[in-house]
């Protein structure tokens, strides 16, 4: 099993930066495909990211292309989530969560761990 912490949200101004760290429990973390998802109030909750076992392979939503780079380091059990350029639409709580599938899918059905969730609220 594997626990997820999500960390580094908060609230930043159009056009500033955060980044967000997930640091997961277990010796197996480098088995789990990783995704970044987000869910405002209403919403369905989106995959914005998504990582390979090894790091090597990345997806991107089209709406965060450009902007978020993810990221791992399998050593210290933490995926990372560079938000750049960020916009009042980038708000929403943001989720990590492993999967232990090979393919990096976009369905937040194909995840079996989840965190708690950090808030990013972007101010205008």
């Known amino acids: 099993q594997v626990q997820m912490v999500e960390s580094g949200g908060g609230l930043v101004q159009a056009g500033g930066s955060l980044r967000l760290s997930c640091a997961a429990s277990?010796?197996?973390?480098?088995?789990?495909?990783i995704g970044w998802f987000r869910q405002a109030p209403g919403k369905e909750r989106l995959r914005v990211a998504g990582i390979s076992r090894n790091g090597l392979t990345t997806h991107y939503a089209d709406s965060v292309k450009g902007r978020f780079t993810i990221s791992r380091d399998n050593a210290k059990n933490t995926v990372y989530l560079q938000m750049n350029s960020l916009t009042p639409d980038d708000t929403a709580v943001y989720y990590c969560?492993?999967?232990?599938?090979?393919?990096?899918?976009?369905?937040?059905?194909?995840?079996?761990?989840w965190g708690q969730g950090t808030q990013v609220t972007v101010s205008s």
């Open positions: 277990g010796r197996t973390f480098s088995r789990y495909t």
């Open positions: 969560a492993a999967s232990p599938n090979l393919l990096i899918y976009s369905d937040y059905r194909g995840y079996d761990y």
